[in-house]
């Protein structure tokens, strides 16, 4: 009777166990990104090669038309639906001459946008054009929640890994399954003692608890160590990663501030904004004052601004706060005197016991901001490119040679070593650069 009753639940405990481990795993797959699809061929030019397309518009026709919205131009979207594709090959390789030949389509969309001339293409064939279209007519992406998910695009090492969405799914999943034995076990060993005898039960009810029970179960308590352990270990790593290694950390800032806008489009100088980088151990960001030389005149971005990601609308927005920020009334173009202050989130921290001067990199060491900070005149959203440890400071001193020759500071050392001892180049290593002192105060 005893066995017979055991046995089930052995097995229901062994079910259960091998669900616990084999289920993560499907979690875990389910939570994957999904692979990208390829262009899609579209039906009105099927044989188009879009990846050409997409060329052919970037370099040619990007500056006035988006696909899926109006711009200079109209949004090509859809172009299909509205004109045969012979029309459009000829509208795009030369639009005056089909405007000129009286086309009604033609000479409808062409007062529609007042009239404005859409320039000739003779370089192109009609199958160039069949590509570029397949490539506008490519569905729609989905917008990934307003925010550009570049994280593919980044150059830096060791990113990746589990989400912690997912790792917290599956310990939220151990949880409920040890749960789930527990309530088992606990029925088992009522039934047990019922069916021997069931005053012992209601004696054994008393005077066995379930955390004793559970502690006698010497495989249950096992399976609990393993699981504590685990999430100790998962927590040590994670806590540890963050020493120092910050890779890739992007904070959102209070004004979506793009430096791919200002610094690259614009090609505003980095030591315009940071202009202390030059002469003091701090870069430091700039005052708000610094903006509104520029931005009391410019109140709005240019319609070519927005990309998919984010829309003109939300720009302006983001000039606003600004504005807001600083108190400045475009309408009246005075300052109002209520200020409220910009809490730029920092993104860039050595730990206070080491030593980092920037005029002594950038301007002794003649080393671009970029290769620190990566290439910041591309990141619409600022993050930290290197890993700002020990390791790569040193690795670094050790490979970069000094840059002696026609530097004002190395001149008198510069003479002296190449005289006295017939060196001619030192790393930053051989200069001191691995002396604790210098980096540790
Ligand atoms: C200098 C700006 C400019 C460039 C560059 C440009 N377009 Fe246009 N395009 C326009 C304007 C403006 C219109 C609206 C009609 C007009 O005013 O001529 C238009 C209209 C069109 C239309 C007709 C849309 C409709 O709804 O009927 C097509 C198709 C088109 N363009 C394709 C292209 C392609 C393909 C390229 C690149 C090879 C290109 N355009 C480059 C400005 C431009
Ligand atoms: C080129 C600069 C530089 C030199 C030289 C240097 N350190 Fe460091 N050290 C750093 C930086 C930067 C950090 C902070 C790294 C971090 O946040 O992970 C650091 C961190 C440390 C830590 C904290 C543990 C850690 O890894 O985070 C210790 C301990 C340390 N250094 C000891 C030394 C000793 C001992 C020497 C001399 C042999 C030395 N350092 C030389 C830059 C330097
Ligand atoms: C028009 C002003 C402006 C220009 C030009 C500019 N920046 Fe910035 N920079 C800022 C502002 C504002 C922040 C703070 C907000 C942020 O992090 O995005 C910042 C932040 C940074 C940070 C991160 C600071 C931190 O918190 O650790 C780095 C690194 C940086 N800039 C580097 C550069 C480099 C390199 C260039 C030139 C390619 C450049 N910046 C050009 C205004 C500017
Ligand atoms: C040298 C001139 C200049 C300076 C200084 C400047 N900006 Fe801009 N900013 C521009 C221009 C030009 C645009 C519009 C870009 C366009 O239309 O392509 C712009 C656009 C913007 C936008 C909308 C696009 C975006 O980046 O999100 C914001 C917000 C903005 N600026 C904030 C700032 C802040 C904050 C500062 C100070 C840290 C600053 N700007 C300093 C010239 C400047
Ligand atoms: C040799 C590498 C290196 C170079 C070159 C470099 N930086 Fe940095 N930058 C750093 C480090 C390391 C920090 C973190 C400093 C700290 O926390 O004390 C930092 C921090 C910053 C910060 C945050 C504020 C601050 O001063 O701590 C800004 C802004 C910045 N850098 C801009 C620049 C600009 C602009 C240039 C080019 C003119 C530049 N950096 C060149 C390594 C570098
Ligand atoms: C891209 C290469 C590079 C990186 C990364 C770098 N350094 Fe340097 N560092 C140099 C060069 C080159 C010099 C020599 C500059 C000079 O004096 O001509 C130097 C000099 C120094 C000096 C002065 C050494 C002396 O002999 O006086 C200190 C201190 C220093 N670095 C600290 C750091 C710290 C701390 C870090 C990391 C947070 C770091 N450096 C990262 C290239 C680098």
């Keep these: 009777m005893k066995k017979v009753?055991?046995?089930?639940?052995?097995?229901?405990?062994?079910?259960?166990?091998?669900?616990?481990?084999?289920?993560?795993?499907?979690?875990?797959?389910?939570?994957?990104?999904?692979?990208e699809d390829g262009p899609k061929t579209i039906e009105a030019v099927p044989d188009a090669d879009p990846v050409k397309?997409?060329?052919?518009?970037?370099?040619?026709?990007?500056?006035?038309?988006k696909p899926y919205r109006k711009a200079v131009g109209p949004a090509l979207h859809g172009i299909t639906e509205r004109r045969d594709l012979d029309w459009i090959q000829k509208w795009t390789i030369n639009s005056r001459e089909l405007i000129d030949s009286g086309d009604s389509q033609a000479v409808a969309i062409y007062e529609e946008y007042n009239r404005q001339a859409m320039p000739a293409f003779p370089q192109l064939s009609n199958e160039d054009v069949n590509d570029i279209v397949a490539y506008v007519e490519q569905p729609k992406p989905e917008p990934s929640g307003g925010k550009k998910d570049d994280s593919e695009d980044r150059e830096i090492a060791g990113g990746g890994g589990v989400s912690t969405d997912v790792i917290l799914g599956i310990l939220a999943f151990v949880f409920l399954m040890l749960l789930v034995i527990l309530f088992l076990v606990n029925k088992t060993?009522?039934?047990?003692?019922?069916?021997?005898?069931?005053?012992?039960?209601?004696?054994?009810?008393?005077?066995?608890p379930i955390w004793v029970a559970f502690a006698e179960n010497q495989f249950l308590v096992l399976v609990s160590v393993v699981v504590v352990l685990l999430m100790v270990a998962y927590g040590g790593y994670g806590y540890l990663m963050q020493v120092g290694v910050d890779q890739g950390y992007e904070p959102i800032q209070p004004i979506h501030y793009s430096h791919k806008i200002h610094a690259g489009e614009n090609e505003i100088e980095c030591k315009y904004c940071h202009s202390s980088a030059r002469k003091s151990k701090h870069s430091g960001i700039p005052s708000l004052n610094v903006c509104m030389n520029c931005h009391k005149q410019i109140n709005e971005v240019a319609e070519e601004t927005g990309n998919d990601e984010y829309s003109k609308?939300?720009?302006?927005?983001?000039?606003?706060?600004?504005y807001e920020a600083t108190g400045w009334d475009p309408d009246t173009q005075s300052y109002t005197g209520e200020t409220k202050p910009v809490k730029?989130?920092?993104?860039h921290n050595l730990p206070d016991y080491a030593y980092f001067n920037h005029a002594q990199h950038v301007t002794v060491g003649q080393i671009e901001c970029q290769t620190c900070h990566g290439p910041v005149e591309e990141m619409e959203i600022l993050y930290q490119y290197s890993p700002l440890t020990m390791g790569w400071c040193i690795n670094c001193h050790r490979e970069t040679e000094v840059k002696m020759a026609d530097n004002p500071y190395y001149e008198k050392i510069h003479e002296e070593l190449s005289k006295k001892y017939g060196v001619d180049k030192l790393t930053a290593a051989e200069m001191g650069g691995l002396e604790c002192g210098k980096c540790h105060y």
């Design 5 to 35: 009753l055991f046995r089930p639940s052995k097995l229901k405990i062994f079910l259960l166990l091998f669900s616990l481990l084999t289920l993560p795993q499907f979690y875990a797959q389910d939570n994957e990104p999904e692979v």
């Design 53 to 65: 397309g997409k060329e052919l518009f970037n370099s040619l026709c990007a500056a006035c038309h």
């Design 189 to 208: 060993l009522r039934r047990f003692a019922e069916a021997n005898n069931v005053e012992l039960y209601k004696k054994k009810e008393k005077s066995k």
């Design 313 to 322: 609308e939300f720009y302006d927005n983001e000039i606003q706060k600004l």
């Design 344 to 347: 730029w989130v920092r993104i």
